[in-house]
């Protein structure tokens, strides 16, 4: 048996290795891919982005509550921080609990967080699927175990019914977690699957594979075995690396993506770009409520830890408060 020094040791070289591998991926991908398909969409407004918070550390996943506070999931020290609203410092809600996924909120308020979005758990979690969701009160930060046995948690989406999905960046499982606690780690299968959301009305789970062939999938609720692919994107944008997704009130797709520097929504059977210029990022989320991150703004989080309101994403048919 390793002592336990010896197994520290090798715990923080791996983690080294990890972090300078991804912040060598970063870096590559700053360089941008010369050509999009995507066409520009037809918005009401030409505002730039604007910075409204920053997370010390790579914000991979955000999520607004009915409060209108924000919360973010942190890629390397596995924290989940809250923002109170726009121009506020983050606080760190938890420790380190590996809170590296994504991140949605229940209605009762409580957070679910995916664990295991590592280079390790991501090639190995459709054979061994050890990951967690964890629950996070909003307000103490008190964590429990919501359900265990899925691959390593990169998107996580959750349906009107309470019913959780989730997704593995490296492999092809899509999970189900039932309200009643029942889990499937390979409930459906997309290669290299990572943003996710459903349907306004549950029946259909959206899935945006990110390599090799990026492209917006429709998987009925009723019929997992049979997964469509709905949108292909064209081959300027092969390397695109789509990331993120979220619905508008109108069920319509939006999608981040790192390399292409464009977010996305999908429209008539095609994708237009909402905003260019915004490289590296990793998720976008609409506001709540009246106060704070306010219902109908359009929010993206990104390697840096920025967080940007943008303004040519808003949401005008969203309901206000």
Not at 48 to 54: G, I, R, S
Not at 105 to 111: A, C, E, F, H, S
Not at 126 to 153: E, H, M, R
Not at 205 to 223: E, K
Request: some cysteine; charged content about 15%; aromatic content about 6%.
């Amino acid at each position: 048996m390793r002592s336990t020094r010896t197994s520290r040791t090798t715990a923080r070289g791996y983690r080294g290795a990890l972090c300078a591998a991804a912040l060598a991926t970063a870096a590559a991908l700053l360089t941008p891919v010369p050509a999009h398909a995507a066409p520009a969409c037809r918005t009401p407004t030409t505002a730039p982005p604007v910075q409204v918070a920053h997370v010390p550390d790579w914000a991979e996943s955000i999520v607004v509550d009915q409060r209108g506070r924000m919360f973010a999931t942190a890629y390397f020290t596995g924290r989940v921080y809250r923002i109170d609203a726009p121009g506020s410092a983050p606080v760190a809600l938890t420790p380190n609990i590996g809170a590296n996924g994504g991140i949605v909120v229940r209605p009762d308020g409580q957070l679910l967080v995916g664990t295991g979005n590592d280079l390790g758990h991501s090639l190995t979690g459709d054979l061994l699927p050890v990951s967690k969701l964890l629950q996070v009160d909003p307000d103490s930060g008190a964590v429990s175990t919501y359900a265990s046995g899925l691959g390593g948690i990169d998107g996580v989406a959750l349906a009107p019914d309470g019913t959780v999905y989730t997704t593995t960046v490296g492999g092809r499982n899509i999970g189900r977690v039932t309200p009643d606690g029942r889990v499937d780690p390979a409930w459906a299968h997309v290669l290299m699957p990572n943003g996710i959301a459903v349907s306004p009305d549950g029946a259909e789970v959206y899935v945006i594979q990110t390599t090799p062939a990026p492209g917006l999938y429709r998987i009925p609720a009723d019929d997992p075995a049979h997964p469509r692919r709905w949108i292909t994107t064209t081959l300027p944008d092969t390397l695109a690396l789509p990331d993120g997704l979220t619905l508008d009130s109108q069920g319509r797709p939006l999608i981040a993506t790192h390399a292409a520097g464009q977010i996305w929504r999908a429209e008539g059977g095609a994708l237009c770009s909402v905003q260019s210029g915004m490289y590296l990022s990793t998720q976008i989320t609409y506001g709540h409520g009246e106060r704070g991150f306010s219902a109908g703004r359009l929010y993206r989080s990104g390697v840096d830890g920025k967080i940007y309101e943008v303004p040519a994403g808003a949401d005008l048919a969203a309901p206000r408060p």
